[in-house]
């Protein structure tokens, strides 16, 4: 990929170093377009190959750089060597870089940038990645809403790129909760309000019993005994508590498939609360387990008694924690997986359980805790749906689908859809999840919804646009001027722009497979949607020669298709119209 000109490069370089092409083809990039000029297409960063040297070893930069440009000669592919800041700079044969890019995008449709060379030394691999896991009968928070797309951009990004992946849903289904929402559901619960929708009424009987509680210690007292009950096994209870579980997921089913996401398997705490007690023989077995004063057990992880470093596994009443029930589900997962990653998708509050979960499995003797890692992300401040605070995933998905109908209303561009409804919510979506992930993960950051619907500036409106404008001149024009198509009528500043561009989508992929952030995808959508509006409106197809009509329909396909792929990685499902 860069369609082979990266490794050409890397051969000739290789004869002039006397050293192997691998080890040179990372050190040359793509360089970023430039609106004040025309740019190279590669270069090669000098300092990259004096890693080595100490600095009062290194030879001037620049003079490095120069003198290797002498020894290089232009050939077949490169048509200019020049020099920069500590760089060796490459041109690429126009004519071959336009025929070589278009056809590349075409012939490997959803897999451009994925055989790029910089993938060639990858292992295949198997990752669990756990994410979105909410609690049943408490709010789906902003927090689940981030995780749920951070973790499917993730999920979907290794597979693209090969591995063999499991999405786990692992839910909040167990501990005191469940006994007071047994409680609460004997005396406030409705049978057909929990058919119809369980999310919403398991809710509202939390609530409610949650106050009586809170008043009433006959009603508190029910509910630990209704959860002793299920920790004991008993088959009244279980029942009933199955039966919240199974239709909370059944819901969650539907509203995640709103949101294009899906899962292989779906966990929860409940499943570990007997391998959970194994846990606790086991780190007694290795003397880890200390008892306090109070009957809770715990674990020194500094073995010096600092307060800080003392993590409690179990309650007084024997009672497995959330802590010990991570424990058992890493240690089964292992087993069932053997999995070479497993990534948690969290908010960044529940780093430092993370750090104590993955240093527990280290000193109870599991060596595979360092492929286990935790990918925090930032806070949300300020989302709210017109009914208040969000409560409810379906409460956001509604909210996008009723704005962005709105706004589609007041456009005079929009096109009569076929379905607005489910227009109005993809491009709702893409909105924002844009919103989202335009900066670091860890970044808190204040939610706005105008800022989301904006169809100008750097916005999922702005990609959905892009993308369906492009496919209508597919229509428009149809599929006649496509069989074959002549390089040299591509060579305006606007084309060689948009294919400078598309020659660096693999290395944008490479680094967000190094760093798990979606941030360097959506910029790098964002620049390919600005340069297809800027070309839009100079290289008219209509009126054009035929020749000319064609070569442009090419390079305007070619971009629509890398949006598209881009935006299918981010978990946005493009429209064609809007």
């Known amino acids: 990929m860069a369609c082979g000109f990266r490794r050409s490069i890397a051969y000739q370089l290789s004869r002039v170093l006397d050293l192997p092409p691998e080890n040179l083809i990372k050190s040359i990039s793509a360089v970023p377009i430039s609106k ?105 928070h902003v927090g689940h809403l981030r995780s749920t797309i951070i973790g499917n951009f993730i999920a979907n990004l290794k597979e693209a790129l090969g591995h063999q992946v499991t999405r786990i849903n692992y839910l909040g289904d167990w501990g005191m909760q469940f006994g007071l929402l047994g409680t609460g559901f004997q005396l406030f619960g409705y049978e057909e309000k929990l058919q119809s929708s369980p999310l919403q009424h398991l809710f509202e009987v939390y609530v409610q019993v949650n106050k009586e509680a809170a008043d009433d210690k006959n009603v508190a007292k029910s509910a630990h005994e209704f959860f002793q009950r299920l920790e004991l ?37 409940s499943f570990y609360r007997e391998k959970s007690q194994e846990v606790l023989k086991l780190l007694d077995r290795k003397g880890l387990l200390q008892k306090t ?6 674990v020194d992880l500094s073995g010096k008694g600092d307060p800080s470093s003392i993590c409690t596994v179990m309650r007084s009443d024997g009672t497995s924690l959330y802590a010990t029930r991570d424990l058992a589900a890493a240690i089964d997962r292992m087993d069932k997986y053997n999995f070479d990653t497993m990534i948690y998708v969290t908010d960044k509050g529940q780093k430092k359980h993370f750090q104590q ?18 990918v925090p992300f930032g806070v949300v401040q300020g989302m709210k749906t017109r009914r208040g605070d969000v409560t409810f995933l379906e409460d956001v998905l509604n909210e996008i689908r009723l704005r962005m109908l709105q706004n589609m209303a007041s456009i005079k561009t929009t096109k009569e859809l076929e379905n607005p409804q489910e227009t109005a919510e993809r491009v709702g ?38 993308h369906a404008r492009l496919h209508s001149l597919e229509e428009t024009f149809g599929c006649g001027y496509l069989n074959d198509f002549n390089p040299a009528c591509l060579q305006e500043p606007q084309s060689v722009s ?56 090419h390079l305007f396909r070619a971009a629509r298709c890398v949006l598209a792929n881009g935006m299918k990685l981010l978990g946005i499902t493009p429209v064609s119209r809007m």
């Open 36 to 140: 004040k000029e025309e740019v190279a297409d590669f270069q090669l960063s000098v300092d990259s190959l004096l890693e080595n040297n100490s600095d009062h070893l290194r030879p001037d930069i620049q003079d490095q750089a120069k003198r290797l440009a002498e020894k290089l000669k232009c050939d077949t592919v490169v048509s200019e060597i020049s020099t920069g800041q500590g760089t060796v700079n490459f041109k690429i044969n126009r004519e071959l870089l336009t025929k070589t890019v278009l056809q590349q995008v075409i012939e490997d449709g959803s897999k451009y940038g994925l055989k790029s060379e910089l993938f060639s030394d990858l292992p295949q691999k198997k990752i669990v990645v756990e994410f979105s896991s909410p609690n049943v009968a408490k709010k789906f």
């Open 233 to 269: 096994g008993d088959l009244q209870a279980l029942s009933l508590w199955r039966k919240f579980r199974d239709l909370s997921i059944e819901e969650y089913i539907r509203i995640y498939k709103r949101l294009g996401v899906h899962f292989d398997e779906y966990s929860g705490e």
């Open 293 to 298: 004063i109070k009957g809770t057990a715990v």
């Open 357 to 374: 979960v993955f240093q527990m499995l280290k000193i109870m003797g599991y060596d595979w805790a360092e492929r286990c890692q935790h």
């Open 429 to 466: 979506l893409a909105a924002l999840i844009i919103q989202d992930f335009k900066g670091l993960l860890l970044s808190d950051y204040q939610f706005s919804w105008d800022r989301v619907f904006q169809s100008r500036g750097d916005t999922g409106v702005f990609l959905q646009y892009t």
């Open 498 to 553: 948009i294919l400078q561009h598309l020659l660096r989508f693999d290395e944008v992929l490479y680094r967000s497979s190094q760093d798990l952030q979606p941030r360097h995808i959506v910029s790098y959508l964002l620049t390919l949607s600005h340069l297809a509006a800027m070309a839009h409106k100079t290289l008219q197809i209509k009126h054009s020669p035929p020749e000319v009509a064609g070569a442009r329909l």
